[in-house]
């Protein structure tokens, strides 16, 4: 077998735990050194691999690839951008087939979410159309818990957790300041298109916390909305609200976009937090206090979910491993065998069954009045925030790695990206 | 020596730590039953003292009690209330005497800032100016950080762990991102009249962050802040910003007030991060993130600084101390004896010196530009943030006290707040 060197790149939004896989897929490399020559990773994801800027990974040490498990964000940096199909740009492929060639690459390792999945599919079909024998195997990463036929998506279990434990937190606060202070706390979280992020916080409702939870599947209706949060301050005192940023009228308007103009009539300054706990003050009078947890929510590796980043890890090995095994054109998966005690094994899938498919939230999985979570719901998120993972620290903050991202010399001309 | 019952309440915004407190004062008192009986707390701070809603901490097992010590809030309920001058107010004082000679109280213990000092003065002169003999110790608490006489105040450690964490995590995602998408990240914190919050924002600076943080000291100056951005984002590709609640134009406006009104014109639905974030895209052009932290940075005892909690203890059960020495109208205090390696002891300060004076932040902890910290600052800090004091968790969640919270039976006829 010739040894022949491979590429790995992190592209979308990035999680807590994208560089667990890095460290899986890197570490794994190094085993076989029989087969996989240097792992060269893409500076800014595939755009890196289009403008030939390689990083050598083979000039960090054993500690730095092993610090990456506990590093949140992109250790190569990520981009967003997505391949035209070949009949659109076919520059673009040829190019990619160049860079590939002049560094000996034969195995192509993409970490990223949907629109990843179909770039890689793309990447995969190069040795059919274009004659260039590679492998492309798609690492899944994505907080928003998307991909189909993986029982979950690393970045997710990590994001649930946080929220979960924020939602928490705050739902103490408020309960302590109610009588006098605060009654309404609202909490907006990620996930445009589902409510996976938003269910997270139905969670508390175990621990007697009075939670109305905002999904993306459910129309928003102000007034059974209100009624609701009117209901929950009379019962308990107070009360918390989830609003997930994907939130919308029955019109398809989000929250976030409702009306709120800065002095020049710009709109969307603020997001559905605010908006949600202005609604709440007019019409109920409470004192609200909100939060927009944005970056910090999938950025938060000092929270991370243990399952999550071993998981995380294990798919970027198992990545390495199915190449080795002469695979092509697949992800491999969580395939979940038992909620409690929890159980997965891991599988894979074709690419082309994952590429541009969203899995939706089960409508089972919110609960009948639209508020919250069902117990179905509950038992498959609670193995994905179980376990803690945290990093080690140095002077009061967590030591994260900075790799040193040493350059590849070039080979080739420059390419402009279209 | 007879045996008397203390009264303990919480007041003002709780904090990740204030529990801690509770927890020092009521184990400490448990040691001393020779001279101290039950520890009654106020059901929602003084409110209780003054309605005679006592919470019995006798019926609570060691166990709970101990569990405080890791449970973020009020365990007992907060308020924001402060009792009048005995000249205007005279009512009031004379209900707090009947309820603490109907339930035997001849110890209290006030848990607050620097509003609560005062309260806490107050009581404390009940034996000169009402002829009610009582022992009152104040128990520093405050995220705000601006009370005097003491090096630092519980709360505020913790608070400033979160943000740097925080601020470090959402410095590592944007710089994955900053390539092809978002390059300024900017995250909102608290304290409206001093910086003690945001400076904790300008640690991540000696991780090679590039960061703008945003005092309430500094008069915010448009063209400088964004010409300072410009900079940072070309020579760093990205740069985030820490945005303190309490920013300000030379004329006193709040940014968080500039502007933003929604649908029906009412102002100030935003908070200051999307103001700041909506001028760097206007004029730099540059895709933006933003985060308000709110209650989620001081309700975050999963990420609680040890120091802080240790802290927040011993001045829990210093005050106890304090009582059984025949002290009143004092508060214990930290006092600094290192920076590195970090020594303090445990003082005392008359509560009339303490009751309404702020401590600002000193100048000389900003850097002469404006945009930062010193070193002086650095070295104040660090040893606050130092430690990780981590709750236990199970099904993936911290284990937070609830108490039982049961009810002392009432004696006297009802009392109307005014």
């Not at 790695?401 to 420059?414: D, F, Q, Y």
Request: charged share 20%; proline share 5%.
């Amino acid at each position: 077998m010739p040894i022949l060197n491979a590429f790995y790149a992190q592209s979308g939004g990035v999680t807590s735990v994208i560089n667990a896989s890095a460290c899986g897929v890197i570490e794994t490399a190094r085993k076989h050194p029989d087969r996989i020559g240097n792992v060269y990773a893409g500076r800014n994801g595939i755009i890196g691999a289009l403008t030939e800027e390689l990083i050598d990974t083979g000039a960090e040490p054993a500690e730095a690839i092993a610090a990456l498990r506990s590093t949140p964000a992109g250790a190569f940096g990520s981009c967003r951008y997505k391949l035209k199909s070949l009949e659109e740009n076919r520059r673009e492929y040829e190019r990619l087939i160049e860079v590939f060639k002049a560094h000996g690459i034969g195995y192509f390792f993409y970490n990223g979410g949907g629109d990843s999945a179909d770039t890689c599919f793309k990447v995969s079909q190069l040795s059919q159309s274009l004659g260039y024998p590679l492998q492309a195997i798609h690492v899944p990463k994505t907080i928003d818990n998307d991909l189909p036929l993986t029982d979950c998506c690393p970045g997710f279990g990590s994001v649930a957790k946080y929220v979960a434990v924020s939602t928490l937190e705050a739902s103490f606060d408020v309960r302590s300041m109610a009588a006098t202070s605060t009654k309404v706390f609202v909490l907006e979280v990620m996930g445009r298109h589902a409510g996976w992020i938003a269910a997270a916080g139905g969670l508390v409702a175990d621990h007697g916390i009075p939670v109305v939870v905002l999904f993306p599947e459910i129309e928003f209706d102000k007034a059974r909305f209100l009624a609701r949060v009117d209901e929950l301050v009379k019962q308990h005192g107070y009360c918390s609200v989830v609003v997930s940023e994907g939130c919308h009228y029955p019109d398809g308007t989000f929250l976030a976009e409702q009306g709120t103009r800065d002095a020049f009539g710009h709109a969307q300054l603020g997001g559905a937090a605010p908006v949600v706990a202005q609604m709440v003050k007019e019409a109920l009078g409470h004192k609200f206090h909100w939060a927009v947890a944005d970056y910090l929510q999938r950025a938060a590796r000092h929270i991370a979910s243990a399952t999550d980043v071993k998981q995380a890890y294990e798919l970027g090995q198992r990545a390495v491993e199915l190449a080795l095994e002469g695979r092509n054109a697949v992800m491999p998966t969580i395939e979940r065998t038992s909620d409690a005690p929890y159980a997965y094994r891991i599988g894979s899938a074709p690419l082309d069954a994952v590429a541009n498919v969203e899995k939706p939230m089960p409508r089972d999985f919110i609960s009948a009045d639209g508020w919250g979570i069902t117990d179905k719901c509950r038992r498959y998120l609670l193995p994905l925030i179980e376990g803690e993972d945290y990093p080690a620290y140095r002077n009061g903050l967590p030591v994260y790695a900075t790799l040193r991202n040493v350059a590849v010399p070039r080979k080739l001309p420059a390419f402009e990206l279209a």
